[in-house]
């Protein structure tokens, strides 16, 4: 569970009006940057823009930190005419989903994916390759799942329960709020699962997330039924009827290629 010092004293109050695209960005990439994982090092500066809702050049400058997440954001962007990577369209559909996605030519993501990650994955590049043109898009459930395991952002431990682990944690999940206590929220969700074969969503179990520390988080008035998406151990954001739906579809869609319609898919090459 992440340190971050509460000091903020905007904590606890009502915001049930849409996040802007900035600060709906930092609600989902917080949770890896409070690890160290990616972003700024200054988790601290990144975490309170999110309580705060402020925004400003200086977060804009901290989203660009995020070396994984900003090129798609800039791709999304760039290839369906949106002037801001950070415009909540786009936002949303990098890490939830959304009909921007189904708007980009494959040929500008095969292209991106060439320029970002083809000296880094090598020899595997082609793998990588392999899951665009059997219909990968730039949502995050393709960056872990079709792009991770072939660029050692896995690390260099391949155990497999650590690896599995690591991939349910990083992939944007959805989950049913089942009751609040303090900063805590105890949520059902479907944890991945590997049988020696495939990569599958498993029965629905119960977690304990956060989502603010000493009374201070960045999404509040959350309440028992609640749909939430969670990254790494945090909840991220209330998610709609159709929010929830597409997280479902993106996040199945890059299921689908790695379970069957690429001849090695990277879950397996790590996974054994």
């Not at 994982?37 to 990144?46: A, I, K, T, V």
């Not at 760039?78 to 990098?94: F, H, I, Q, T």
């Not at 993501?109 to 990650?117: A, D, P, T, Y």
């Not at 990083?170 to 989950?175: D, L, T, V, Y």
């Amino acid at each position: 569970m992440t340190s971050i010092p509460p000091d903020s004293s905007t904590g606890g109050t009502r915001r049930r009006e849409p996040a802007s695209g900035a600060v709906l960005f930092v609600r989902y990439a917080f949770p890896p940057n409070s690890h160290g994982y990616c972003g700024p090092s200054d988790n601290r500066g990144f975490f309170e823009y999110g309580v705060s809702g402020v925004v400003d050049p200086g977060l804009r400058l901290m989203a660009q930190a995020f070396a994984g997440a900003w090129p798609y954001l800039e791709l999304i962007a760039g290839s369906v005419g949106v002037p801001d990577p950070l415009d909540r369209r786009v936002v949303e559909a990098y890490w939830v989903g959304n009909d921007l996605l189904d708007r980009l030519p494959a040929f500008d993501i095969g292209n991106s994916m060439e320029e970002r990650f083809r000296q880094r994955a090598g020899p595997h590049f082609g793998h990588l390759a392999d899951g665009v043109v059997a219909g990968g898009l730039p949502h995050h459930s393709f960056h872990v799942f079709c792009v991770y395991p072939w660029t050692g952002l896995l690390g260099d431990d391949r155990r497999a329960e650590q690896a599995l682990t690591v991939l349910d944690r990083c992939r944007i999940r959805w989950g049913q709020v089942v009751s609040v206590i303090g900063d805590q929220v105890v949520v059902e969700s479907r944890p991945l699962t590997w049988d020696g074969r495939r990569l599958e969503l498993g029965e629905p179990a119960r977690e304990t997330a956060v989502r603010a520390v000493g009374g201070v988080g960045m999404l509040d008035d959350l309440a028992p039924g609640d749909w939430v998406s969670l990254h790494w151990e945090w909840v991220c954001d209330r998610l709609t009827e159709s929010s929830l739906r597409a997280l479902r579809h993106y996040t199945r869609r890059h299921l689908d290629i790695v379970n069957g319609r690429v001849e090695l898919s990277g879950p397996a090459a790590v996974l054994g």
